[in-house]
Structures are given as C-alpha cells and as structure tokens.
C-alpha cells in the first residue's frame, strides 16, 4: 500500500540504551562482556533506512546480526537520535564527540569493527546525553509503534 512503506533515508544516529541492572552478555566475537547498570550511548550508521534501522534497534524481538542487537533485547529504555544526510555526522565522529564530552568506551571493537574506533558504544556521564545531542544537532526519531511491528521481522 503506497505511503504504508517506510521511507528509506540515510543518516547515521546515537542510541541511548538504559540498563536497570547489571548484565553479562555474549557479543559474538568479543565474548562475555559484563555491562553495568546504567547509561550507554551505541554511534551507528544507517545508508540504506535511517528509520528502519532505528525501528530495529527499538524492538526486543529480532534475529542477532550486530554486536548492538544484544544489549537492546535487555534494555529497560532505548532513546534515538538521529543525523540525517547530506549533513549527517560520520557515526566515528558521533564516539570521537562523544568522548570528548566525558563519555567512556565500554568494549573494544563493539560496532567499530569496520573503523579504527576503540569501540562505538560508550558509558554516558550525567547530562552527557543533551550535551552530545546539542551539540551535533541531532533531533529525536520516534517511529510509530505500527512501524515498530513493521520492523519487528527484520
């Protein structure tokens, strides 16, 4: 049904991922990582579907594919910002920004396999999270929750 479909935009983006307790997860690769209660902040790219990947990352139900898959399916609260192109800030510049403002690399190579990033996903430090967003201009992507389901087979 035209106008049903999702729009496939590119940009890069931040997710902000709430954990309420402290969890050990498999990350592939990386192995058994311990990820304390708190805040953390994922820097990625989407070239192919800003908002489908968003929409993705939103849902709990999901095949595997990224290293970030597996600290979403636990998270307690999942925030997106968005960076759309032409325009968009590179994702290694979202960790490059966010460090300098006091955010802490969590895991080597976790989603920066592809780049010579220690690591895509950060600790974020109080007010961390508006600061980074100002900042980089980014702005909130809220996906409908009809576009959620959408995305949940993904």
């Not at 690769?29 to 908002?51: D, T, V």
């Not at 307690?76 to 759309?84: D, L, P």
């Not at 010579?116 to 409908?144: I, N, T």
Request: with cysteine; proline share 3%.
């Amino acid at each position: 049904m035209p106008g049903n479909r999702l729009e496939r935009r590119k940009g890069t983006y931040a997710l902000f991922i709430t954990l309420t307790e402290d969890t050990e997860l498999g990350v592939g690769s990386l192995g058994n990582i311990l990820f304390g209660a708190g805040e953390y902040c994922y820097a990625g790219s989407a070239m192919n579907g800003l908002e489908q990947r968003i929409c993705r990352h939103l849902s709990h139900e999901k095949k595997m594919r990224w290293h970030i898959d597996r600290l979403t399916t636990v998270a307690s609260k999942i925030e997106a910002y968005g960076s759309e192109y032409p325009g968009s800030v590179a994702e290694c510049g979202i960790a490059d920004a966010a460090a300098s403002l006091g955010f802490v690399p969590v895991a080597r190579g976790f989603g920066s396999s592809d780049c010579r990033c220690f690591s895509h996903l950060l600790s974020v430090p109080d007010g961390g999270k508006a600061k980074l967003v100002e900042r980089l201009g980014m702005r909130r992507v809220q996906p409908s929750q009809l576009r959620v389901r959408e995305c949940e087979c993904l």
